[in-house]
């Protein structure tokens, strides 16, 4: 990839905000994320699609871990859903987070779900009927298995960042089989089910089946637990924010690897964590509307 001004230019008129606005103008994001042990994922999603610049972010968590986050995250809207004895989503869930979709303009869903059946069952009732984009991540893809017609069914664009071990999942393969050929396994997959897919890892794979990003920012400290909460969270922001899917997710994932550049040579790769790269988005926003990435 190389450096190009007048990219960078053009993502700066893309996000750019007028004076007369308000926070309605910068994209209601509806994260459905969490159960109970993984109420870090919900925090780190949420919370990246605020810093990346979106106006409202509604998280929808079930009730048991509704009161962690209540005090672990000040700005974004919190509601509590039903949930299984395990502390997931329960299927009765489903009535609540469609009256939430209403007022979305884009769907975050899957960080820390689990697989319990119930919350498959939730995902795959409301996933037909959504009418805004989803980005679909980490357990949401994993209760996909099986189900993969519900793409092709869709009411409106989808895009998903399975690492190679969920990508296995959903092909039925190893993921030395991804490994092998992430490019053409990425495509292949994107055309036949008509969606967005980022293939997350060393040199991320984005693609909607006709046009290829192989991203070049990010280093191996990134590989760490909620790092991908934090991607998902910055690619919802963006299409929230008008930037078509594909666009969203080519800068969803440079942002995401640049911020973990800057993190990285703060405080070394080794000790690096999720949240150091939150904390960077600012700055690589900043950069990213000086300069941008093409192939």
């Known amino acids: 990839m190389a450096l190009r001004r007048d990219d960078g230019a053009t993502f700066a008129r ?5 004076l007369e606005s ?39 968590v079930p009730e048991p871990i509704y009161a962690i986050l209540a005090v672990k995250l000040t700005e974004v809207i919190i509601m509590p859903a039903p949930a299984t004895s395990a502390g997931s989503f329960d299927m009765t869930a489903v009535p609540s987070i469609r009256a939430l979709l209403s007022s979305a303009d884009v769907l975050a869903i899957g960080p820390g779900l689990s697989t319990h059946a119930r919350t498959g069952r939730m995902l795959r009732s ?7 984009p989803v980005v679909l991540d ?20 989808w895009v998903l960042t399975p690492h190679p071990g969920e990508m296995a999942r959903l092909l039925g393969v190893s993921s030395d089989a991804v490994q ?19 293939l997350k890892g060393y040199h991320t794979v984005v693609t909607d089946g006709r046009r290829v990003v192989v991203n070049s920012t990010g280093n191996p400290g990134m590989a760490t637990g909620g790092s991908g909460d934090v991607l998902t969270g910055v690619i919802a922001s963006l299409i929230g924010q008008g930037l078509p899917p594909f666009e969203a997710a080519r800068w969803g994932v440079y942002l995401h690897g640049a ?7 703060e405080m070394g790769e080794s000790s690096l964590i999720a949240s150091d790269i939150l904390d960077k988005i600012p700055l690589s926003m900043r950069r990213a509307q ?3 990435v093409v192939r």
């Open 14 to 18: 893309q996000l750019r905000r007028p």
């Open 22 to 60: 308000h926070k309605g103008d910068y994209g209601r994001v509806l994260v459905v994320a969490g159960c109970r042990g993984y109420t870090g994922a919900a925090y780190l999603t949420s919370q990246a699609a605020l810093r990346t610049g979106s106006g409202l972010v509604t998280l929808a």
């Open 126 to 132: 409301i996933l037909p009927s959504v009418r805004c």
């Open 138 to 157: 980490a357990d949401g893809i994993n209760l996909l298995v099986a189900h993969l017609s519900l793409m092709r069914r869709a009411s409106a664009p």
């Open 180 to 198: 092998a050929d992430r490019r053409r396994v990425a495509v292949d997959f994107a055309k036949r089910h008509g969606v967005v897919v980022v």
């Open 259 to 265: 911020a973990g550049d800057a993190a990285a040579r």
């Open 290 to 292: 000086r300069w941008s």
